[in-house]
């Protein structure tokens, strides 16, 4: 769920598996979807977006899902790697009158451990 | 090149002052985003930019919050009477286009750390 607090979920995974990170979006109107990777002291950095007329894209290493029925979103990273370690948060936009605000979701803290 | 700028990196100040944070936009970007974000939490929006209007403050807490830019360029996020409930990391995000024709992938800077004592 999206229940607000510091008890983010964990993922920890050994260096060369593959990683599965879920999301649950709030808003069945939300037409963009965006996965950030958050290190420790820095600013959200982009991997990977998604518009809701598409329901996989594929990046380098990470492909992202969309399941608009469920409103359901995950981010796969394959062969994950130490600095992949981060917090990875999903995001959302409205569009229409909203389309300049994302609504992110709680973060899930990925551990890949050597 | 160059990518989101926001000076200070940390800001200690105490209750009831007022503060100013700087955010610098890539170059060539005419969508500028403030977002706040909390210990354990995701960032939340607080105010949107379009060149030198606010398109969208409906995330401003409340009248202590006020942002500017005035050359569509550079912004500046003003928050008076400091509380301590303000305390948190200030992000700061660019767009090259910011809607239109749907969003587009927002760049976000390093953030300022703001602590009220």
């Known amino acids: 769920g999206e229940s607000v607090g510091l008890h983010l979920p964990t993922l920890s995974v050994q260096e060369g598996d593959n990683s599965i990170i879920n999301c649950a979006y709030s808003n069945s109107a939300s037409d963009y979807f965006i996965w950030y990777k958050q290190e420790s002291g820095k600013g959200p950095q982009f991997i990977i977006d998604i518009r809701s007329n598409m329901d996989k894209r594929q990046g380098q290493r990470v492909t992202v899902l969309l399941n608009k029925t469920v409103k359901h979103l995950s981010l796969q990273i394959a062969a994950t790697q130490p600095g992949d370690s981060a917090v990875y948060f999903c995001?959302?936009?409205?569009?229409?009158?909203?389309?300049?605000?994302?609504?992110f979701g709680q973060g899930t803290i990925l551990t890949v451990h050597p | 090149g160059a990518g989101v700028s926001q000076t200070p990196s940390n800001k200690v100040t105490e209750k009831g002052k007022y503060v100013e944070l700087r955010c610098d936009p890539i170059s060539g970007h005419t969508a500028l985003y403030w977002y706040r974000q909390s210990l354990g939490q995701g960032p939340e929006f607080l105010i949107y930019?379009?060149?030198?209007?606010?398109?969208?403050d409906s995330g401003l807490p409340n009248d202590r919050f006020f942002a500017v830019r005035p050359e569509g360029s550079v912004s500046t996020l003003k928050i008076q009477r400091t509380e301590r409930g303000d305390s948190a990391v200030y992000l700061c995000a660019s767009s090259l286009e910011g809607g239109g024709g749907g969003a587009d992938t927002q760049y976000f800077g390093p953030g300022t750390r703001l602590t009220v004592l």
């Open positions: 995001a959302e936009n409205a569009g229409g009158t909203s389309y300049g605000k994302l609504t």
């Open positions: 930019f379009q060149g030198t209007g606010a398109a969208d």
